[in-house]
């Protein structure tokens, strides 16, 4: 049974500045706070000897496709992000101005990329069925990385954050926001974590703007979560298996695969192959299923992120470490540093 909390329980002062506008240079160098009955302060690089042999850690492989588009409608111009693949060169959009858009409009974003409108939808989101002959390779031409809103790009993102904004161990095409807790790994990194006996295994969850989308209903219980789309293999969920066996941890880097982890996970914590859709909403009194610890970024008041690391460690823990980290100036969200959260 969900405890009933109100929206405001999950608010904080953050000032403008902790937000980052940078990533930390090594990645592996961003500052790390551990939560658990007390807080330590370290930085990422520290993990491996946080960590204990037979632990398996799990990554997100999703990639970020460059679905920000800018075009005309004619004279109009237009703004397309996308964010939901419906088939090969379909897919659901935010546009803007999307009220001046209607059905089998074409916009032209390229030379060789232009879309009709071949739906409209409520705020302001459209359905584009795009006009190309290889899609991938037209986004990678004419689309920007689609950096958050509070990351401050104006007129134009920077060159180098089309590899900032992307893990180093990216694979699966498919996300339109960055699992960023996995932005802090480096290959330095993997290899002190595998001398160190800790194994490692992937999933694949293509994060969408739903993920960081505000909660504006009093009650949080009432928010809904937009789906999105998921895999585990066979093969990762009989090592998640066969690693609770041995009494070895779960370390889910990022909220995306702890997610993806918990929607495949029986009420016994026994992991199934999975792939599909999953909208699980997680808020203070859910009960984990399996896994033990997780890795993530400081997240934004009000938000689902912030409602997830309640339930996971406490939410007067999780108050008192971001009171901590708003006072001694750790980075907050996407470029942001990261803590290392214990179950509460």
């Not at 799990?58 to 990639?63: C, F, G, L, P």
């Given at each position: 049974?969900?405890?009933?909390?109100?929206?405001?329980?999950?608010?904080?002062?953050?000032?403008?500045?902790?937000?980052?506008?940078?990533?930390?240079?090594?990645?592996?160098?961003?500052?790390?706070?551990?939560?658990?009955?007390?807080?330590?302060?370290?930085?990422?690089?520290?993990l491996p000897k946080m960590l204990t042999p037979g632990d398996l850690l799990?990554?997100?492989?999703?990639?970020v496709i460059p679905a920000r588009l800018y075009g005309k409608r004619g004279d109009v111009n237009v703004e397309a992000t996308l964010h939901r693949q419906i088939d090969k060169n379909m897919w659901r959009a935010f546009a803007r101005p999307g009220r001046r858009l209607r059905p089998n409009d074409v916009i032209i974003f390229g030379e060789d990329l232009r879309a009709s409108v071949e739906k409209k939808l409520d705020n302001g989101e459209i359905i584009l069925d795009f006009i190309t002959n290889d899609l991938t390779m037209s986004l990678v031409e004419n689309g920007e990385m689609p950096l958050p809103p509070y990351i401050k790009r104006l007129p134009k993102l920077h060159e180098d954050d089309f590899g900032d904004y992307q893990t180093i161990y990216a694979k699966e095409p498919g996300a339109v926001a960055a699992p960023t807790a996995g932005l802090h790994f480096t290959n330095q990194l993997f290899d002190k974590l595998a001398s160190n006996g800790v194994q490692l295994a992937k999933v694949t969850l293509h994060v969408g703007p739903g993920t960081f989308l505000p909660v504006r209903d009093v009650r949080p219980e009432d928010h809904v979560m937009h789906a999105e789309v998921g895999r585990i293999?066979?093969?990762?969920?009989?090592?998640?298996?066969?690693?609770?066996?041995?009494?070895?941890?779960?370390?889910?880097?990022?909220?995306?695969?702890?997610?993806?982890?918990?929607?495949?996970?029986?009420?016994?914590?026994?992991?199934?192959?999975?792939?599909?859709?999953?909208d699980l909403f997680i808020l203070p009194g859910y009960k984990f299923k399996a896994v033990d610890m997780l890795m993530t970024n400081f997240h934004l008041p009000k938000s689902t992120l912030f409602m997830l690391v309640s339930a996971f460690s406490g939410l007067e823990r999780i108050q008192n470490a971001y009171q901590h980290a708003v006072k001694t100036h750790y980075r907050f969200y996407s470029?942001?540093?990261?803590?290392?959260?214990h179950r509460g």
């Open positions: 049974m969900m405890n009933r909390f109100t929206l405001d329980e999950f608010d904080f002062q953050l000032p403008p500045d902790r937000i980052a506008q940078e990533p930390a240079r090594p990645r592996d160098s961003a500052r790390m706070l551990e939560i658990g009955q007390t807080l330590n302060d370290c930085v990422v690089s520290d799990i990554i997100n492989d999703t990639k293999t066979s093969k990762t969920a009989n090592l998640i298996n066969n690693t609770k066996s041995l009494g070895k941890r779960i370390v889910a880097v990022g909220t995306t695969s702890l997610r993806l982890i918990e929607s495949a996970a029986s009420e016994n914590g026994e992991v199934s192959e999975f792939d599909g859709e999953t470029y942001g540093d990261a803590c290392l959260l």
